[in-house]
């Protein structure tokens, strides 16, 4: 298979991926105190006021894992799946996302019959801004263009996941993607898919995400600690098609965790 690769001839390091092994307790204590790093709005941008929402604590304590609220690029036939646990104010989801999770996709995800489907999910660590934006990309999906948003969140991370109130750098970035306004501003503002992001994260705590990134090919987890993301994600999906195309089965070749 034909693939693009990299211009750059020096190996991308991967950093520790972020832990939340505190966000459980951290989600209590804070959405008690007011829920101060909730922050899913802005007033600028007519993306809504400023507001928490510690109704979100509510929404994912009655939360079920659903499989399906993930969003997915790729044909539905492909044989290969990847499964991706993301975080939109991880420096390191940004980090993959612009090298690795990029290149991933042009070559095998975004190509002429493709050999994988690849589907995202939200999964919050704990940072203030991330349910703005996760609401953003998926508000942008109500028009069809979720990872247009979803990458421009991650590529433009710094302009937005530090701010007091990110409404408006975060619709900036969704009006650079092409979304309709009115019907953007519209979903931000009922939050319209904070039931959504809430069953998505419980997908991550199903399968004992507690990290960001994390995925899985095929349902296996893929183990980034020490290798170059890129190459080895390859050589899994190569590994993969030729277990497939010979009758058998890698479903051990994730080298990932239990």
Aim: net charge negative; aromatic share 8%.
């Amino acid at each position: 298979m034909a693939r693009k690769t990299a211009q750059k001839t020096a190996q991308q390091t991967n950093p520790p991926s972020r832990s939340n092994k505190w966000f459980p307790i951290a989600l209590v204590v804070i959405v008690a105190a007011g829920g101060y790093w909730l922050f899913v709005g802005g007033g600028q941008g007519g993306s809504g006021p400023p507001a928490t929402h510690p109704d979100l604590l509510e929404v994912l304590a009655e939360a079920e894992a659903d499989p399906s609220v993930g969003v997915a690029i790729g044909p539905e036939s492909a044989p290969i799946t990847i499964e991706e646990f993301y975080d939109p104010s991880c420096p390191h989801c940004a980090t993959f996302a612009g090298f690795a999770g990029k290149l991933l996709r042009q070559n095998y995800v975004e190509t002429a019959n493709a050999p994988v489907r690849w589907v995202s999910y939200d999964y919050m660590v704990g940072f203030p801004n991330s349910v703005a934006a996760s609401l953003a990309a998926r508000c942008a999906g109500e028009q069809g263009l979720y990872w247009p948003v979803h990458d421009l969140i991650l590529a433009r991370q710094t302009r937005w996941y530090q701010l007091p109130d990110p409404g408006g750098a975060i619709a900036e970035i969704a009006s650079q993607a092409g979304v309709d306004a009115d019907a953007w501003n519209a979903c931000m503002r009922e939050r319209r898919p904070l039931e959504d992001i809430a069953k998505s994260h419980q997908v991550g705590v199903s399968r004992g995400v507690n990290s960001t990134p994390t995925l899985f090919v095929d349902g296996v987890r893929v183990d980034l600690a020490g290798v170059e993301p890129y190459s080895h994600i390859e050589g899994l999906i190569q590994a993969r098609l030729e277990a497939l195309s010979s009758g058998g089965d890698a479903s051990e070749s994730g080298q990932g965790a239990p």
